[in-house]
Nanobody
Framework: QVQLVESGGGLVQAGGSLRLSCAAS????????MGWFRQAPGKEREFVAA????????YYADSVQGRFTISRDSAKNAVYLQMNSLKPEDTAVYYC????????????????????WGQGTQVTVSS
């Protein structure tokens, strides 16, 4: 089992920045590919960013490419999402997710690929 706890959400003006953190506990963190998803009111949850556990390769949704950066610190069992140039349409609950992949060095962008989820943290961007 892996427990994930997100933090760092809040209210920010358009153009501002936030850094989300996801702390993982339980099993060893190093065999897990990690991802961030978000769900806006009235919409389905959507992929935001992903990172592999081997070489740190990353993948982003088109809507956040160039503005968001995902990173991980295996020593701290943590993954981060740096969000810059925030827009009102980035308003959502942001979820951290983990996919157990000891034999694969890839990243994953499908919600169904992920085995564990955090409880989410609210990000609100005002115009």
């Amino acid at each position: 089992q892996v427990q994930l706890v997100e933090s760092g959400g809040g209210l920010v003006q358009a153009g501002g920045s936030l850094r989300l953190s996801c702390a993982a506990s339980g099993r060893t963190f190093r065999n897990y590919a990690m991802g961030w998803f978000r769900q806006a009111p009235g919409k389905e949850r959507e992929f935001v960013a992903a990172i592999s556990w081997t070489n740190g390769s990353t993948y982003y949704a088109d809507s956040v490419q160039g503005r968001f950066t995902i990173s991980r610190d295996s020593a701290k069992n943590a993954v981060y999402l740096q969000m810059n140039s925030l827009k009102p349409e980035d308003t959502a609950v942001y979820y951290c997710a983990a996919h157990y992949s000891p034999h694969s060095g890839g990243y994953y962008y499908k919600e169904s690929d992920y085995d564990y989820w955090g409880q989410g943290t609210q990000v609100t961007v005002s115009s």
